[in-house]
T-cell receptor
C-alpha cells in the first residue's frame, strides 16, 4: 500500500470555524492532490501540488486553500467552513503527472 | 466541458459471469486511462491502467481501449461476490496531464 496518511479521519465542526486537513506521504512522490467525493458528483479535484510551494487550483477550489512546505506534507484549509463543504476528502499522490495515482483512506468532514 | 461518462448502473451479474463496465470520454487527445475500485466507505483503489489501443490483461481483469471511438472498458471474468463495489473510470485530459478527471462510477453487484 502507498504510504499515505490522512488526519484526522473524522471531524465534526460548526459553520464558520477554520478547519485544516493533513496529508502525509512517505513515498517521496512529487505530486499530491486533494479531492472531495459527494453523492451524485463523484470525485472532484480541489487543489493539487507539483512540488514544494508549487500548487494549482482544481475544479472546485472556492473556499479552500492549500500549502506544501515539505515534500511529504500537503495541507488543505477551509478558512471558514460552510455546510456545503460537508464531504469525504481524499488525498492522493503520484510519482509524476501522468503516472497512476494512489489514494489515502479519506477524511469524513461534517459541518453543522 | 470535458467529461467522463459511465453507465449509470447499477449492474448486477451472477457469480461466475463476465461483468462488462464501460466508459466514454469527450477529449480525443486523452492518452492515459485508469480504473479504480471503491468499496463502500473505503478509498478508491487502482486496479488497471492502459495507455495504448487494444487490450491489457491482469488476472481476471481486462482493460480495453478504443481511442477512435473514445471508450475504455473493464471486463471482469469469473465475477465473485467480492468484486461487488463501485468502479471509477478516469483519464488525463489534453493539457491537464497532472489532473485526473473521474466518471461518477458504476456500482457492480455480483449475486452468489
Amino acid at each position: 500500500d502507498a504510504g499515505i496518511t490522512q488526519s484526522p479521519r473524522h471531524k465534526v465542526t460548526e459553520t464558520g470555524t477554520p478547519v485544516t486537513l493533513r496529508c502525509h506521504q512517505t513515498e517521496n512522490h512529487r505530486y499530491m492532490y486533494w479531492y472531495r467525493q459527494d453523492p451524485g458528483h463523484g470525485l472532484r479535484l480541489i487543489h493539487y501540488s507539483y512540488g514544494v510551494k508549487d500548487t494549482d487550483k482544481g475544479e472546485v477550489s472556492d473556499g479552500y486553500s492549500v500549502s506544501r512546505s515539505k515534500t511529504e506534507d500537503f495541507l488543505l484549509t477551509l478558512e471558514s467552513a460552510t455546510s456545503s463543504q460537508t464531504s469525504v476528502y481524499f488525498c492522493a499522490i503520484s510519482e509524476q503527472g501522468e503516472t497512476p495515482m494512489h489514494f489515502g483512506d479519506g477524511t469524513r468532514l461534517s459541518i453543522l | 466541458q470535458k467529461e467522463v461518462e459511465q453507465n449509470s448502473g447499477p449492474l448486477s451479474v451472477p457469480e461466475g459471469a463476465i461483468a462488462s463496465l464501460n466508459c466514454t470520454y469527450s477529449d480525443r487527445g486523452s492518452q492515459s486511462f485508469f480504473w479504480y475500485r471503491q468499496y463502500s466507505g473505503k478509498s478508491p483503489e487502482l486496479i488497471m491502467f492502459i495507455y495504448s489501443n487494444g487490450d491489457k490483461e491482469d488476472g481476471r481483469f481486462t482493460a480495453q481501449l478504443n481511442k477512435a471511438s473514445q471508450y475504455v472498458s473493464l471486463l471482469i471474468r469469473d465475477s465473485q461476490p467480492s468484486d461487488s463495489a463501485t468502479y471509477l473510470c478516469a483519464t488525463h485530459y489534453t493539457g491537464a496531464n497532472s489532473k485526473l478527471t473521474f466518471g461518477k462510477g458504476i456500482t457492480l453487484s455480483v449475486r452468489p
